[in-house]
């Protein structure tokens, strides 16, 4: 039984969340990582592009909700989502047309592309927090719970119990759906195949009469997508703040440099990574433990690694690590 | 500025500078004026430390704010006198963890040089350092327990050396010199990219590690009443010494005010020398064999490695630096202010607006650092009422008490990162080489 007891609670506390996470970081690294294949350089307007998507999708589920429209039992702002992405996607493709092109033109050194793209992060970072505010804010709706901690108590007559929240499902769901829809349009499209080709080799690419301004367009369109997608799941999960979204981008950067910058696969693998080690290093311990030991064992103190005050630093400790000793990180990336 | 040729432009933009300072003197306040001159000196010194990465060298450096609070740390450390209880409760306790940590880390490095690669290194490094991490932290916690227990409302930390606080300075400067080899040896020597993700992960731990470590530099609750440095005196003071007062009195100003300004001229007297100082090495640096060596690797790293230049051991030296300079800027201003609040610490104010002084400026020219530090500071200072006017005049025809009218009211805070984007990307795009460009 305390076996059972130990499973459930760590499930509960530390699988379940770290999955979800994981998705989330997943799809914020593979927009990264998108970026950087195609366009060469680390995007920082990243948390911020999700900021904004992820914005535009609550104002558009206040809407919504307003007029009486709902999705039943799912959150209503999977209704609003594809206004978001339609939005964010608009404002990725005005900033390349007014940032990014001349850069390209004049073939500006990445860090010039780097430096960009910290001055859009502002704009964008004033943008949101112009028309939404700097306050946390909350839109999600609908059922609250796949299965609540109370039923799976008397349905299992377990001690622990083990609560499913919906926005978790919906994201490990959606992004399993995102995941293999963006897989199949990069190995299965003509497109897709083109957009490999430019990452691989840029002059090969265009010799071969891929035309890399439409390459570029379309990165930034199912950059838009998925940084959107990634932004509202983060904000149905956990809250929605425009500073958090600020503070994303240390671990979206570290889960994509640890799968290695450039390689999708790499992206999802490292989100993972950073996501489990960062919720299993900061997890308090003393319960599972407790039901694993024997009493006379038992922990005195929370046995928690590190306090969550510090998440950050796990994956800037993990990032230290892929540098020193894997720069190309795990999955064999593009950047040195 | 050399020799025979005079640079009429570049002495009417500073001119121009110091007369926007003595226009808020005159129509403003002496006080605000003179706060607005300190800060531009503490902001002009940033500057030329990340001219001295970026400039010099092409090293981006999205950290500014985390060297910039070690420097604050660094005047906690040196000037406040040591909490004697807190010392007895566990002081030596948190010393010895932390002791025992690096030993462990140098100890894990070197078996990772002398064992040769395979199974068993990584068996024996794993336990070294799992082992390390549980025997480290039964060390620390009851000593931080202990020392944070002492009095918490008053100190609750371990208190400082007691040492004169101009020592913070340079102090700062070893802290910010030391976090910069540890960032410049995992990141430098790879991409570009990699050294701005590394600098903006640790600029947000630093920061992380003041808020939560109360034991060293007491974390949110701050720490309040630093010392001042030898010549400068307290106001308090000065509105008691009948001297003081009777010289107030023949220049017919009003006690309280000229303490303050008094007070703030001698601040800057010492910023200046610091500067002066800096701004002089700097020059003598950057016209030297080493300066010109430095600027043909970031001109063309591919060939200055060809004529045998190690470009990553080069662009670590620059980068210490640079980083020490920003660090001891750090202390000057946690000084100037006389307290330090960790929480006050944000990227924008921090890093960024450091960044846009140094390209609007000039990057790759002190002088163009020296002048972005002042009036990026001085717009910086005086645009936040412009904004609020500005709002206030867009939203003067709606009704009052209208949600979009207060929404709008109230957002005109955030027009500064706006602004701040906006001048940053019309800067590099359009004036890359900035005010004062490299010669």
């Known amino acids: 039984m305390d076996f059972l007891n130990a499973i459930v609670a760590l499930s509960n506390f530390v699988l379940i969340p770290a999955v979800a996470y994981g998705s989330q970081l997943a799809l914020g690294a593979l927009g990264v990582t998108l970026i950087y294949g195609i366009l060469r350089f680390s995007n920082f307007a990243h948390g911020d592009t999700m900021a904004f998507g992820a914005m535009v999708t609550i104002l558009f589920t206040w809407w919504f909700q307003s007029m009486g429209l709902h999705l039943g039992p799912l959150p209503t702002a999977l209704l609003a989502l594809p206004f978001g992405i339609l939005a964010t996607a608009a404002m990725m493709l005005a900033t390349d047309r007014v940032v990014y092109r001349f850069y390209r033109r004049v073939k500006a050194k990445p860090i010039v592309f780097v430096m960009a793209s910290i001055g859009v992060m502002f704009i964008m970072n004033g943008v949101v927090r112009f028309i939404i505010g700097p306050e946390e804010q909350s839109f999600a709706d609908g059922e609250r719970f796949i299965i609540s901690a109370r039923d799976f108590r008397d349905w299992s007559g377990l001690d622990e119990g083990l609560a499913f929240r919906t926005s978790q499902g919906i994201t490990i769901v959606t992004a399993v759906i995102v995941v293999a829809a963006l897989f199949w349009f990069l190995n299965n499209t003509r497109t897709g195949k083109s957009m490999r080709a430019f990452s691989d080799n840029e002059d090969l690419a265009l010799l071969s009469g891929i035309n890399p301004e439409r390459v570029v367009m379309i990165t930034w369109l199912i950059v838009a997508a998925l940084a959107t997608i990634a932004g509202v799941l983060y904000g149905l999960d956990k809250s929605f703040k425009p500073f958090t979204y600020f503070q994303l981008l240390l671990p979206i950067f570290a889960s994509a440099i640890v799968g290695g910058l450039g390689n999708p696969l790499g992206a999802i693998a490292g989100g993972f990574v950073i996501a489990f080690s960062e919720v299993t290093v900061t997890y308090a311990w003393k319960k599972v433990l407790g039901y694993l030991m024997p009493e006379s064992l038992e922990p005195s103190g929370l046995v928690q690694l590190v306090s969550t005050d510090y998440k950050f630093a796990v994956s800037f400790a993990i990032l230290v690590v892929v540098l020193l000793f894997k720069p190309t990180g795990l999955f064999k990336g593009k950047a040195v | ?439």
Request: hydrophobic share 55%; no cysteine.
């Open chain 2, 1 to 439: 500025m050399s020799g025979v040729k005079i640079n009429w432009k570049n002495i009417g933009l500073f001119a121009i500078v110091g007369l926007l300072i003595l226009w808020t003197g005159m129509f403003q306040s002496w006080n605000v004026a003179l706060a607005i001159l300190n800060m531009g000196l503490i902001s002009a010194i940033m500057a030329l430390g990340v001219n001295m990465q970026w400039g010099y060298a092409g090293l981006f450096n999205v950290g500014v704010m985390g060297f910039v609070a070690l420097g604050g740390l660094a005047v906690v450390i040196t000037s406040e006198a040591p909490v004697a209880e807190a010392w007895s409760a566990g002081g030596l306790r948190v010393i010895l963890g932390l002791v025992f940590a690096a030993a462990v880390l140098i100890g894990a490095v070197f078996t990772y040089r002398r064992m040769r690669p395979g199974r068993s290194r990584a068996l024996t490094l794993t336990a070294m350092l799992v082992v390390g991490f549980f025997v480290y932290r039964w060390i620390f916690d009851a000593g931080v327990d202990a020392v944070e227990a002492v009095n918490p409302a008053a100190t609750g930390f371990l208190g400082g050396m007691g040492l004169p606080v101009i020592l913070a300075w340079p102090v700062g400067g070893l802290l910010a010199a030391g976090a910069a080899w540890a960032i410049g040896k995992t990141a430098l020597g790879l991409r570009s990219d990699y050294l701005a993700i590394a600098t903006l992960g640790i600029s947000e731990i630093v920061i992380a590690v003041l808020k939560n470590e109360d034991w060293l530099a007491r974390g949110v609750k701050n720490v309040n009443g630093l010392d001042r440095p030898w010549p400068v005196p307290y106001e308090v003071d000065l509105q008691q010494s009948a001297g003081f007062l009777s010289w107030a009195q023949s220049w017919g100003m009003d006690p309280v005010t000229a303490s303050a300004i008094l007070v703030k001229l001698i601040y800057a007297g010492l910023f200046i020398i610091v500067l002066a100082i800096l701004m002089w090495m700097s020059q003598t640096a950057l016209k030297s064999p080493w300066g010109r060596m430095m600027r043909a690797i970031r001109d063309n790293e591919t060939a200055a490695e060809a004529m045998g230049k190690d470009v990553t051991r080069r662009h670590l030296q620059v980068f210490i630096l640079g980083s020490a300079v920003v660090g001891m800027a750090g202390a000057m201003m946690t000084t100037l202010d006389g307290l330090l609040t960790p929480s006050s610490y944000q990227p924008l104010r921090y890093t960024f607006l450091i960044w846009v002084m140094v390209i609007v400026g000039g990057s790759g020219n002190n002088w163009g650092s020296i002048l972005g530090g002042f009036l990026i500071w001085f717009l910086w200072v005086q645009v936040e009422p412009l904004g609020h006017g500005l709002m206030q005049l867009i939203t003067a025809g709606m009704a009052d008490g209208s949600a979009l009218k207060a929404h709008l009211l109230a957002s005109a805070a955030h027009m500064r990162l706006l602004t701040m984007g906006v001048v940053l990307l019309l800067v590099l795009r359009f004036s890359p080489r900035g005010l004062i460009p490299e010669k």
